[in-house]
């Protein structure tokens, strides 16, 4: 954050149906549907990273944009995590996992660590973080950590939502007081451990779309990296996010999808430059909250 | 159910370090690990399915497992996916996904539905039911309903989960009363469409290591499938399990894994004849209790 200033992830959830033009010019002509569409993703995807990563930090990517192409698909996320690594990016895999134990062992494998078999290690994703879901409680996600940490990589815990539906179960108040997101809070605080900077590797999913939050899950994890996606396309502002950046500037990441990667809607302008255009205007607002 | 008289559905979460032996026979010499590994475990789960899935109504397929093993794993999971239609028995993608309406979308495309493309639709898992995560709350259950319903496939909502960190969040005391997996169940009841035997194409993981909740979940649930995990090497027993069958005998789906896949183990016979036997002992115990 410190070298690029910056605190924007650049979220990469690509719909084949729309696509940035030009990413269909290396598509075979023929083959399965599932191979040219991957071919087609990879490439709308690193054009994206190309315009607009300089004014990032790093990158997300959302697996189930990808998973829905297959095999092919998970190729295609394996190509553009390695070029958004070649651009200088951290790569976040926005996965949401959670399961048991045993599970949770192999998501971690999948996304930051390595499986061995008795061929070798296979090496996973390579992801700097991964998004994990707490429903499944402490033991689920102490087992995601036991593997990330060795790896190096980050384990961002969902805890309060961009969504509306973040009200049904999160925002409910427990007989013992508060709501539920902040026992979700309670459990990133607990499982995190701080490095250098006094950042913990557990970090959390906080929506800007509720901005009335930001302060009190800042008091509840206080080294804790805040991700915090629904800026733009969702209704968040940026300007709300100061509480995030109290005590680090790399204490929040702000992440942006639709709003960068289709920024030229009714613009008119070329994708790429009013991708890059809106991605600096988006870095520049948040490093000016301190 | 009714024509396969079971309700035992044979868990595949397979790890390469613990495959059946002669799995590894049709492995290539050389080539990526991961080739190498997806090659074993698919050999391996084709066994498992080819000697326990006559005694079993459905195969339910742990995604970690093949998500570690990266694409050639996405292509493991296809070929199981397949194996176990072939062998007549309906295929539950264990995902535990949910994430906020758009991306549950996606995920819901790649596992039960298709995606469009300029390319021609890409066709997904093709599950007949998968698990899914309540923590993101309605409207992001309603995102992946809405894409399986059409595809005659069920969504398995997490409501009491088998695992001992299910106590950290699911069981707390909320402020209206009850506990939280109440609200989840509750969820699962909104957004469930009952068809021609009354059972609802939403349902729910209730695990069986806490037979307490059992009844309460049914009465909250009337018409939904319960999805039961953690019979055998978890330490639920499927003599507790009544409860979930009361209103229908498909109510109630009993999940065992490493009890059937790994029955031999001590036992000194032929994994296939040990993992029959167990799956066919633990089909005869759920039935006889109605």
Redesign the interface.
């Known amino acids: 954050v410190a070298r690029r200033e910056s605190q924007v992830v650049l979220g990469l959830?690509p719909d084949?149906?729309r696509l940035w033009p030009g990413s269909?010019d290396a598509?075979p002509a023929e083959g399965p549907?599932?191979k040219?569409?991957a071919v087609?993703v990879a490439a709308h995807c690193r054009a994206i990273i190309d315009a607009a990563g300089p004014a990032c930090v790093g990158a997300k990517l959302?697996l189930?944009?990808f998973?829905?192409?297959?095999?092919?698909?998970?190729?295609a996320l394996?190509a553009v995590a390695s070029h958004a690594r070649d651009a200088g990016l951290l790569v976040l895999a926005?996965a949401?996992?959670?399961?048991?134990?045993?599970?949770?062992t192999?998501?971690a494998?999948?996304l930051a660590g390595a499986?061995?078999?008795?061929?070798?290690?296979?090496a996973?994703?390579g992801a700097d973080a991964f998004t994990a879901?707490?429903?499944?409680?402490?033991?689920?996600?102490a087992a995601l950590v036991e593997v990330a940490r060795p790896a190096g990589a980050g384990v961002l815990v969902?805890v309060r939502?961009?969504?509306?539906?973040?009200?049904?179960?999160?925002e409910?108040?427990?007989?013992?007081g508060g709501p539920?997101w902040e026992?979700?809070a309670a459990?990133v605080t607990d499982l995190g451990e701080a490095g250098e900077t006094g950042l913990t590797d557990v970090g959390a999913v906080v929506g800007a779309t509720a901005p009335e939050h930001l302060a009190r899950a800042r008091a509840l994890m206080p080294g804790a990296v805040l991700l915090l996606p629904g800026v733009g396309a969702?209704g968040g502002r940026v300007e709300d996010l100061a509480p995030a950046f109290a005590e680090h500037r790399a204490g929040g990441l702000v992440t942006a999808s639709r709003s960068i990667v289709h920024a030229d809607t009714g613009g008119g302008g070329a994708p790429a430059t009013s991708a890059r255009a809106e991605a600096e205007r988006l870095r520049a607002a948040a490093w000016a909250l301190g």
């Open positions: 959830d084949p149906a269909a598509v549907p599932a040219r569409a087609a959302q189930a944009c998973e829905r192409l297959g095999a092919p698909g998970w190729d394996a926005d949401k996992r959670g399961d048991i134990a045993v599970s949770a192999a998501y494998q999948a499986t061995p078999t008795p061929f070798g290690p296979v996973g994703l879901s707490p429903y499944l409680g402490r033991d689920a996600l969902l939502t961009s969504n509306p539906g973040a009200r049904d179960l999160q409910l108040a427990l007989a013992d539920l026992r979700a459990l969702q």
